[in-house]
Structure formats: C-alpha cells, structure tokens
C-alpha cells in the first residue's frame, strides 16, 4: 500500500523525458483517441476547472495527473480556444509544488478581477498517517497567460462540523463582494454545500452552510457550481452515495441540479425544486459553467467517472470532456444545447428519408466512427424505433424510444470493450410526449445524444472495434417515417498537440 501511495504522488519532474516520451508514445498509438473532444496528452483527466473568458479567447483548465490513468497527483493543465471547437494545449498552469497542495491542486473555479483571473482552488495535503488536509488556494493569471500562486492558503482551517472533504469552490461576483459555494461532508457523514464570501478574493470569511432541502441526500456533494439564468437560480451538484432508484442515479455517481429562487446570501438559503439529473447517460460528472461575452451560460462535464476502469487505461489514458453546451430554461427545467460553433466541423453531408414497417434499414453513405446526426421521426404506429451505430456484426450502440413506456434507451451492451458493468449497460428516462429527434456527436470513443433539442441529454464513452462503423435505423411492431442528415467531422486544431 505504501509503495502504491508513493507511485501515486511521484511529481512530474522526478520521471525522466524518455520516460514522458514513450507514454506519450504509447498514448498515441491508442485506436480510441479522441478527434473533437479535449483530452489529455497523456494520463488521466477528470474535473474542468475555471472556465472563463478572458482576452478575447475561452480558458479552460482540467484536473490532470500525467504519469498514468490513475488518480494520482493532480495538477491543473490550461487549454483555450477562440472559438470552443479548436482548443490550444497551454501546458501545466497549477503545479503542487508547494506545501498546500503538495499532495494535489483540486478542482477549483476563475474569475476576472482588476484586469486578471483569480483562480480559486483546493489544495490537497496529506500528514504522515496519510490523513487528508485541504487548503483554499489561489492563483493569477495576467494578460501574458503568466499564472502566479499566492505562498499562502486563503482559508486554511475546515470549519466546525465538517470533515476534511471541504473542496471545489466556485466562486462569483455579486455586488463589490465575491462569494463561492464549497462541496462538504458534515460530520454526520452526509454531503451539503457552503458558503464563502470575499471583498477582494485574497480574504475568504466562512458564512455557514448553505440551507436547501435536501438534508440527507448522499455522503458528499462535489464540483458545486452557483448561477442565475433566467431570473432563477441554479445549484449544480455531485452528491455521491445516491441509491438507485427506478431508473434514476443509475451511475456509480450522480451529477445534477436544483432550480428555484435565487439564493438568498443573507439567509444562506436557496429554495428550489427537484433534484434534477443533468445527463441520463453512463459517463458524465463534475460539470462547471460559466457565462460568456454574448451572455450565454455554458457548460463542460467531465466524460468519465470515479473508481470505474476503462479501456484506454492500458495505453496510458483517460477520459475527455464534453462537446460545450449552451443552457436555457423551459418549464422549469434546464435545456442543454450543442453550441453552434461546433458546425465549423462539418464535412461532407449526406440526406435521407425514408418509412420504416418493422424492419432495419441501412442507408447508403450513412456511416463512419466521427460525425454529427440529426435524425428526425414521426411514429406512426411502431412500438419502438431509433438507431443502431458503431455497428458492425455483433457490435452496435443502440439509442431507442419505447412508445409503450415513453422512455428514451440507450443500450451499450454490445458496444465493444465493456465497462463498468457492475452498474449496469442500459440507460433508461421518461420522455412527457412523443421523442421527435435524436441529435449525435460521434466520436473516436464516445457519443453525446441530445434528445427532442436538449430536452434530456446521454453522454456515454464507448470503445468499439474500428471497422464498426454502419448506421441502421429501425421500426418495430409498426411503422415510422424518419428524415435524417449526417455531417463527417474533420479533427478539431490543436486537439492532439503535445504540451506537457
């Protein structure tokens, strides 16, 4: 156990360039590397962290440990982008060098202040009995990209009633003061958020827990991320510990949200609604937002999940994040959107329309490992219909909606490599109406579907055999009509350029 730790927390640094060189090496010969998605040069990836903008371009940054697929030391790594399609590898911009967050930079959010970014993180340490302490930390970025580390922890000491999992601010402006929510574990053993507040972001006064209705609602909420969007407030969460229920919190861990009035800072109270899962798919966490020039709220999740093995690991890595979503409300409920930017990637088109009478139909350019999808049906009678893709033989993905149960389905049974079947490979949500469009980003190793235009979303990774390939739509017990249009993507810039 004490040799693993050790392997675990060996700096970047300490491993010679050869050594760097032949894991990149090997991480590149992966069949599953990415094509339009952030990923990281080698390793493990997992949180976004302080996406922003910031001089004409968006920042953002990930927890990143280099040496291996494991979540080891963590650093934060910098990438940016004029456009959020073609990302920039800046290279590391936290490294755990110093005594408070020797044992890893954790995840932590950005704000503009006087002409620079204040990056507001978790650094991790550990004492000799390997017991966890964290410290709230901050770092600068100027207008050169140049990032500076305070020598001193801003808020040192975790507050009465909690215990040491006290991390991930995101912080915000309101008024002349700064505020951030924290994600907790009461001492009872039960996950909360805090609040903290600032005058000038260096000073950081604990206010108290933040009272919602969810009293006993998992053993820690992580990646707490606060905004308002039209004239509601929103609290993001990552409570783990969740029990599933029906179809529900089916993943090893949940991401979410609860909606309602906005947060009262005085009371330190939120009112709200349901807790809401934001993605029904089998690899989505620790999300993170932030709102842009043009005033949209946009978020980036982390396509992947903890303590879940997965077929990269062999080469080296692990994980991406999510295509950037645009979020809207209707009804009282969050509404994710692909950003358009992302139409900058497309290719060669190709259009069909066609009836389905119980049977699977495959279409003449409709195929490919790296697309975009939009299929539209109409279900006439048909029990069920959807589409089949990376198939080839015995290997498909299958995406569904049973008219019987009004639930959309997406099955990765036979999608390939298997992971994390302890927790199932069947993804279920209730859909209130007929489901008239399924839209998909496909790539190398994972695809996003947006259903009905961002109604519900499933962000899941796959890894298939390369010749897999064909698309086939289907009908069953009936008939549907269907009009679908496919794009090829071409390799975002910049999305494989080695920056360590």
């Keep these: 156990m004490e040799l693993q730790r050790e392997k675990k927390y060996i700096r970047l640094d300490q491993v010679s360039q050869q050594e760097i060189d032949s ?106 009995h390997f017991e966890r302490h964290p410290h709230q930390c901050i770092a600068i970025m100027d207008a050169e990209g140049k990032i500076t580390k305070l020598e001193k922890s801003v808020l040192d000491n975790v507050p009465a009633g909690y215990t040491e999992h006290f991390r991930d601010p995101k912080v915000w402006r309101e008024g002349d003061r700064f505020y951030a929510v924290i994600g907790a574990q009461r001492t009872d053993k039960t996950g909360t958020v805090c609040l903290l507040s600032s005058p000038n972001l260096l000073d950081w006064k604990f206010e108290g827990e933040l009272d919602t209705e969810l009293d006993s609602f998992g053993f820690m909420w992580e990646c707490p991320d606060y905004f308002e969007i039209e004239n509601q407030g929103v609290l993001i969460f990552s409570p783990q510990g969740l029990k ?83 979020l809207s409300v209707d009804d009282g409920k969050l509404i994710q959107k692909p950003v358009p930017e992302l139409q900058s990637l497309r290719k060669k088109k190709v259009e069909a329309a066609d009836i389905l009478s119980n049977e699977k139909k495959v279409v003449e350019g409709f195929s490919g490992d790296t697309y975009e999808l939009v299929c ?21 993905t299958v995406i569904t909606y049973d008219a ?69 739509f289907f009908a069953t017990g009936g008939s549907a009509s269907f009009k679908a249009v496919k794009w090829d993507y071409k390799t975002a810039q910049g999305m494989n350029k080695e920056v360590c």
């Excluded at 609860?258 to 966490?285: P, T």
């Excluded at 199932?424 to 996003?448: A, N």
């Design 23 to 128: 894991l990149i090496s090997k991480v590149n010969s992966c069949l599953w590397r990415q094509t339009f998605h952030i990923q990281p040069v080698s390793g493990l990836l997992n949180d976004p962290n302080g996406f922003c903008y910031y001089n004409g371009e968006y920042h953002l940054f990930y927890q990143w440990h280099p040496l291996g697929p494991v979540h080891g030391l963590k650093y934060w790594y910098h990438t940016k982008s004029a456009d959020l399609v073609n990302w920039k590898n800046v290279g590391i911009a936290i490294q755990p060098d110093n005594y408070f967050d020797s044992h890893g930079a954790y995840s932590g959010s950005a704000v503009e202040h006087e002409g620079k970014i204040y990056l507001l993180y978790t650094g991790n340490t550990r004492d000799e």
């Design 244 to 326: 599933p229920e029906g179809d529900l919190y089916q993943n090893i861990y949940q991401a979410g949200y609860v909606m309602g009035k906005k947060i009262d800072l005085e009371r330190k109270e939120l009112i709200h609604g349901n807790f809401i899962e934001l993605d029904r798919g089998f690899d989505f966490y620790a999300p993170h937002t932030m709102q842009d020039p043009k005033g949209r709220r946009l978020l980036v999740g982390w396509m992947g999940l903890p303590e879940i093995e997965y077929p990269t690991d062999i080469n080296g890595w692990a994980h991406c994040l999510t295509i950037p979503r645009e």
């Design 376 to 396: 539209e049906f109409e279900q006439g009678n048909a029990l069920e219909y959807g589409i089949e893709f990376r198939a080839d033989g015995n290997e498909k």
């Design 404 to 472: 019987i149960q009004e639930k959309v389905i997406l099955d990765r049974t036979q999608s390939g490599q298997v992971i994390g079947s302890t927790f199932g490979t069947v993804r279920k949500c209730h859909i209130d109406g007929d489901v008239y469009k399924f839209h998909l980003f496909v790539d190398s190793s994972s695809v996003e579907i947006f259903v009905n235009d961002g109604e519900e979303v499933f962000s899941s990774r796959i890894f298939p055999d390369g010749k897999s390939q064909e698309i086939r």
